[in-house]
């Protein structure tokens, strides 16, 4: 009787008979990437997810990636294997020859070209596609993105042999304001996934520096009754996304270690299974900081290593901008609230104003208005 009522409980709400009449694909979509309790009456029941449904969902996903990273060790050397292992991140300096670091630095300054923007409390993300009519004009970025390294790297992290999404990312960081979730600890989602971060410049810690904590990429016996926990806890108040956050006391109680922050100088990578906690560090100044970034996240349970679009190479970049196209579309139809938002063509390196904070020749660059 108590289960009935439970199950009952979970029911209510606007659009739940729709929900269920769904049933049979919500239940598919518990084999793929879906990380919403609020959308997936499924992956959204407390009752369930007090059962297992989440924790055997991160389980299997690990096991799965961990198969297809067995299939790839080729691609990589035996210590970067190890750190990966060891740390869940890889951090790379002096990656290219300093000649071609200069060269591309230069090339990536003169130009200018579309972008889409974010305002997250006092930071504003840019991004910049990396497109075809841009690799035609920086032949330098072209060769970095076909770097062994960068390539085998990237995919070995992410267990699929696949390109990822890739842009030239600019971070605004202001000295004041509402606070910036994401510089507060957190996983991305509940199953391994990639991101990277090459700095075109040095970045120093008052500037917000990426945050990891080493060996978070490991799910511990302490950390997998955290997220049963966590799981059941976000099915009760209908949480959107599972980008649980996690606070100091909680890494001590895994036995983890503080984080470390990547002030770091130019020319460095840094490649991550974001799965583990990460964080942008707080920001003590106004600064910018400017990265090729790219992120990876096909669906975890695949025993594909090369997902099925990306066997299409003429398709690869077409891919963000098409995403963007489609968003903007239906934001001007009114269909569609836009995280991302265009703010047309401008410099791949934002110009710097005179101001308090400047390094390294670098003067802090005005915050964008809130888009």
Excluded at 176 to 201: C, I, N, V, Y
Excluded at 267 to 282: I, M, P, Q, S, Y
Aim: charged share 25%.
């Amino acid at each position: 009787m108590e289960r009935i009522t439970r199950l009952e409980t979970e029911r209510r709400g606007p659009g739940a008979g729709l929900r269920w009449l769904l049933l049979p694909w919500h239940a598919a979509r518990v084999l793929s990437g879906e990380k919403s309790f609020r959308a997936n009456p499924l992956l959204g029941s407390e009752l369930l997810n007090r059962r297992g449904l989440h924790i055997w969902r991160v389980r299997l996903a690990q096991r799965m990636a961990g198969w297809r990273r067995r299939r790839m060790e080729h691609l990589v050397s035996p210590r970067d294997r190890e750190d990966f292992a060891r740390d869940g991140f890889v951090q790379v300096p002096d990656f290219l020859e300093e000649r071609d670091f200069q060269a591309l630095v230069a090339r990536l300054s003169a130009l200018s070209t579309e972008a889409h923007e974010m305002r997250e409390g006092k930071a504003v993300t840019r991004r910049i596609p990396i497109t075809t009519e841009l690799l035609r004009q920086a032949p330098e970025l072209r060769a970095f993105l076909a770097h062994p390294r960068w390539r085998g790297l990237t995919r070995y992290v992410s267990s699929f042999d696949a390109a990822p999404l890739t842009f030239i990312q600019v971070i605004l960081s202001g000295a004041s304001g509402e606070e910036d979730p994401q510089t507060r600890l957190h996983m991305d989602t509940f199953h391994p996934t990639m991101k990277a971060w090459f700095f075109l410049h040095a970045v120093e810690m008052e500037e917000g520096p990426l945050t990891y904590v080493a060996r978070s990429h490991i799910q511990g016996r302490r950390r997998q009754a955290w997220q049963r926990r966590r799981s059941t806890e976000a099915a009760r108040r209908r949480e959107a996304g599972g980008a649980f956050r996690v606070t100091a006391a909680d890494l001590t109680r895994f036995g983890l270690e503080r984080p470390r922050h990547f002030a770091v100088p130019g020319n460095t990578l840094v490649v991550a299974d974001t799965c583990g906690f990460h964080a942008r560090g707080a920001s003590a100044r106004e600064s910018i900081r400017v990265e090729i970034y790219a992120s990876s996240r096909p669906n975890p349970f695949s025993p594909l290593l090369r997902p099925l679009l990306d066997r299409v190479p003429a398709l690869e970049p077409w891919r963000v901008p098409a995403q963007y196209w489609v968003q903007d579309r239906l934001a001007a139809l009114g269909l569609l609230r836009p995280v991302w938002r265009p703010v047309g063509k401008v410099p791949v390196f934002p110009p710097h104003g005179a101001g308090a904070g400047a390094e390294a020749g670098r003067a802090p660059v005005s915050m964008p208005a809130s888009s």
